[in-house]
């Protein structure tokens, strides 16, 4: 491997299957006991590189503004950077107080922001990537299941504002996937066509290509329809 000098700071990244690492932080909500306080909600954990700072700013009221749909949906944020308490206050206070941008103002952070200073917990998740930045979290989010399992993982750059839409259609897709046992296509958003897993054998694969009620494109590849209101009363209810 080639070296790059950052070696040293190097950390391995959680995986998905994995139980979330646990971490004891104080955050602008108080102090947290992670993950054990989110027992029974789903978390998006997520990480921004720096207070005051543009990018981040846009990020956080976004997500502010978009947290009552999270909530509706039996998750839970919490956010994190490597600034410490009173920074993190302040930047709050300023984007409440002070700024407007697509519509939104008045904009209030109500879930919790990690203080990092010591860069603990972000070392942990994987967050510094130091040919990114050694003294900057990127823009990480990890989506942890109500037993406190990591299910999805999604890494941004510095410059990459991300799609708040984008991670709250995983989080209902993910949600779908358990409670109907199928899995999402392409884009999928509830009221389209799910996918059913692969056929296990040659009779299930023939059984299928003759329901009428199973649209197989072949064999391998079949889709059902999944009510939309059903499967918003399943996963917007718990
Ligand atoms: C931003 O949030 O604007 C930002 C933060 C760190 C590096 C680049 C952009």
Same mark, same amino acid.
């Given at each position: 491997?080639?070296?790059?000098?950052?070696?040293?700071?190097?950390?391995?990244?959680?995986?998905?299957?994995?139980?979330?690492?646990?971490?004891?932080?104080?955050?602008?909500?108080?102090?947290?006991?992670?993950?054990?306080?989110?027992?029974?909600?789903?978390?998006?954990?997520?990480?921004?590189?720096?207070?005051?700072?543009?990018?981040?700013?846009?990020?956080?009221?976004?997500?502010?503004?978009?947290?009552?749909?999270?909530?509706?949906?039996?998750?839970?944020?919490?956010?994190?950077?490597?600034?410490?308490?009173?920074?993190?206050?302040? &930047?709050?206070?300023?984007?409440?107080?002070?700024?407007?941008?697509?519509?939104?103002?008045?904009?209030?952070?109500?879930?919790?922001?990690?203080?990092?200073?010591?860069?603990?917990?972000?070392?942990?998740?994987?967050?510094?990537?130091?040919?990114?930045?050694?003294?900057?979290?990127?823009?990480?989010?990890?989506?942890?299941?109500?037993?406190?399992?990591?299910?999805?993982?999604?890494?941004?750059?510095?410059?990459?504002?991300?799609?708040?839409?984008?991670?709250?259609?995983?989080?209902?897709?993910?949600?779908?996937?358990?409670?109907?046992?199928?899995?999402?296509?392409?884009? &999928?958003?509830?009221?389209?066509?799910?996918?059913?897993?692969?056929?296990?054998?040659?009779?299930?694969?023939?059984?299928?290509?003759?329901?009428?009620?199973?649209?197989?494109?072949? &064999?391998?590849?079949?889709?059902?329809?999944?009510?939309?209101?059903?499967?918003?009363?399943?996963?917007?209810?718990?």
């Amino acid at each position: 491997m080639m070296e790059t000098g950052h070696e040293e700071q190097m950390v391995s990244l959680p995986r998905i299957g994995d139980p979330a690492p646990e971490f004891k932080a104080v955050t602008t909500q108080g102090d947290i006991n992670f993950p054990t306080d989110y027992r029974g909600s789903w978390v998006i954990l997520f990480s921004h590189p720096a207070d005051f700072t543009p990018v981040c700013t846009s990020e956080f009221m976004t997500f502010a503004h978009m947290e009552d749909k999270f909530h509706k949906a039996n998750c839970k944020l919490v956010g994190l950077s490597v600034d410490g308490l009173y920074s993190h206050i302040a &930047w709050l206070r300023t984007i409440k107080e002070k700024i407007e941008y697509k519509g939104m103002k008045d904009i209030e952070v109500t879930f919790p922001l990690i203080e990092d200073i010591t860069m603990n917990v972000a070392k942990k998740y994987g967050m510094i990537q130091p040919n990114e930045d050694t003294t900057k979290a990127v823009r990480a989010v990890f989506f942890i299941d109500p037993a406190g399992i990591i299910r999805a993982m999604v890494y941004y750059p510095l410059s990459l504002g991300r799609n708040f839409d984008e991670l709250y259609r995983a989080l209902i897709a993910m949600q779908t996937a358990d409670e109907f046992g199928v899995a999402t296509p392409a884009d &999928w958003r509830p009221g389209d066509d799910v996918i059913i897993g692969p056929a296990g054998s040659c009779g299930t694969a023939k059984e299928r290509m003759e329901d009428s009620d199973i649209d197989c494109k072949d &064999w391998f590849f079949c889709t059902k329809k999944l009510d939309k209101d059903l499967v918003l009363s399943k996963v917007l209810k718990k």
